[in-house]
C-alpha cells in the first residue's frame, strides 16, 4: 500500500520539496485519523505547506488523498525473487501480511482502502496504484514460465489475484485476520493452479485482461 516515500522518480527543487511534505503529510494524516476526519487546514499544519498552496494544486482533501495515494506508484519496489513461483508469490503474500496486520504499519494501508470506498478519486488512486503493483509482480510468473514451471500463456495478473485475494477476503470480508500460514497456503494454491494450467486461454478464448 501506499506509504511514506524518501526518494521519487521526479527532480528535485523547491516545488517537488513542498509537493513532498504536503503529500507524506496527508498520508500520516490518513492513517492516523481517516479520510473522514482529514481536511487540508490540518495538512498545512502538519507539513508546514500554507493552505492557500494546497488549495490552489489540489483543490479539497480528497485531492490531496488522490495525489498521496498515488505516490506509491513512485516508490522503488520489486516482487521476490527465491527460485520458484511458490517461493515468489509467499514473498508477495508476506509483505501484505506484514503491512495489514503489523502496529504502525497497518494503519495507513487500511485507511487508503477505506478512503477507496468514500472517494471516487481514491478509488481511482489506488486502482492505480495496484495497476502498477501488478504490472512489477508479472516478473514473478514471467520467470516462472521462463523456468518451465508454468505453462506459455499464463496470465501473470490473474496468477498474483488468486494469491493475493484470499488475504483481502480475510482482511475485509470476512474480518478473521490472517496469519503467515494462509499466506503460504494461498500462494500455494495459485501456484498449483498456474502449474495445472488454470490461468491461460483455452478452447478459443482469451485468458482475463490485466485491470
Known amino acids: 500500500m501506499a506509504t511514506e516515500i524518501s526518494g521519487t522518480k521526479r527532480p528535485g527543487g523547491r ?6 511534505a504536503a503529500l507524506n503529510a ?29 488549495y490552489r494544486r489540489w483543490e479539497s482533501a480528497e485531492g490531496l488523498v488522490a495525489a498521496a495515494l498515488q505516490m506509491g506508484t513512485e516508490q522503488e519496489w520489486a516482487a521476490p ?14 509483505e501484505l501480511v506484514h503491512y495489514f496486520t503489523s502496529p504502525g504499519e497497518r494503519e495507513l494501508p487500511t485507511a487508503s482502502i477505506s478512503a477507496a470506498f468514500l472517494s471516487a478519486r481514491a478509488a481511482d488512486a489506488l486502482r492505480e496504484f495496484y495497476v502498477d503493483r501488478h ?23 490473474e496468477v498474483v489475484r488468486v494469491a493475493c485475494g484470499p488475504i483481502f477476503y480475510r482482511l ?10 494462509d499466506a503460504g497456503v494461498a500462494a500455494k494454491a495459485a501456484a498449483a493452479a498456474a502449474k495445472a494450467g488454470v490461468f491461460t486461454a483455452t478452447d478459443g478464448g482469451t485468458a482475463a485482461p490485466p485491470a
Open 81 to 94: 525473487d527465491t527460485g520458484s513461483l511458490e517461493g515468489d508469490l509467499r514473498g508477495i503474500n508476506l
Open 15 to 20: 516545488t517537488e520539496r513542498t509537493r513532498l
Open 26 to 54: 496527508t498520508l500520516e494524516l490518513l492513517g492516523e485519523r481517516g479520510y473522514a476526519e482529514l481536511t487540508v487546514e490540518a495538512v498545512a499544519e502538519r507539513s508546514g505547506v500554507h493552505k492557500t498552496t494546497l
Open 135 to 157: 504490472a512489477r509482480s508479472a516478473a514473478v510468473v514471467d520467470r516462472a514460465v521462463e523456468r518451465g514451471e508454468v505453462p506459455e500463456g499464463t496470465d501473470p495478473v
Open 172 to 181: 475485509f470480508v470476512s474480518r478473521e485476520g490472517v496469519t503467515p500460514e
